[in-house]
């Protein structure tokens, strides 16, 4: 089993949904958390930290659940921009960092 | 500009060939890896360093090596490439805490024939 879990889809949206990704790791003890943007042959970036307590940026809304080892995304009002491959990042201390297999979203006009 | 680069971007190489995938980045940052990105698996961690004279083995460091010199420059060696190290390869650098947000160079992507 990967120590971070997500949905590989992809998921096909059309302009203004709100779609949703979800995470899980196996690491209990990890300490960070966060998501990642890939564009396609590009070098990941920051999208988000994700804190216990949610956090929002704009359109994205984050959510962490430490008892459930569970990671969310929320994309409101999907814009064409908006596709790319969602990395979900675990740190579990340091600099060792696990990432997920990725997301791969597409929205659509 | 900030920035991690990474030379060269993209090289075809044969068996055995040895080589270096250099990485600099600008920002004084302490903490650098180096990842591999192969479709399903997403990045793994081959190796890192916490600071100058420091370095780790991350998931897969079999069949590579590096060395940490100087504080801006972290290359990565290949000894004796082979064709199951042909990837796309990440360097990221970030400050040194697990909070903070790592900053990734442009990528190498590597054909071993």
């Known amino acids: 089993r990967k120590e971070v879990e997500q949905d590989p889809g992809p998921f096909n949206v059309p302009e203004g949904a709100t779609v949703a990704f979800n995470c899980t790791y196996s690491?209990?003890?990890?300490?960070?958390f966060f998501w990642y943007r890939q564009d396609c042959r590009k070098e990941p970036k920051l999208l988000m930290s994700v804190y216990s307590s949610g956090n929002e940026d704009g359109r994205f809304t984050a959510q962490l659940n430490r008892a459930s080892q569970y990671i969310s995304l929320l994309i409101r009002d999907s814009k064409l921009s908006d596709s790319a491959t969602y990395l979900c990042?675990?740190?579990?201390?340091?600099?060792?960092?696990?990432f997920g297999a990725g997301t791969r979203l597409t929205v659509k006009p | 500009e900030a920035q991690v680069t990474q030379n060269p971007r993209y090289l075809i190489t044969v068996t055995g060939k040895k080589l270096t995938v250099t990485c600099s980045q600008n920002m004084n940052h302490e903490y650098m890896s180096w990842y591999r990105q192969d479709p399903g698996l997403g990045l793994r961690q081959i190796y890192y360093s916490m600071n100058v004279e420091v370095t780790d083995k991350g998931d897969v460091p079999e069949g590579y090596k590096v060395s940490r010199k100087e504080k801006r420059n972290f290359p990565l060696i290949l000894e004796s490439p082979s064709p199951n190290q042909t990837s796309l390869y990440f360097c990221a650098s970030s400050e040194s805490s697990s909070y903070n947000e790592q900053f990734f160079g442009p990528g190498t992507r590597l054909t071993v024939l």
């Open positions: 990042v675990v740190n579990r201390g340091g600099i060792d960092m696990r």
């Open positions: 690491n209990s003890a990890s300490q960070s």
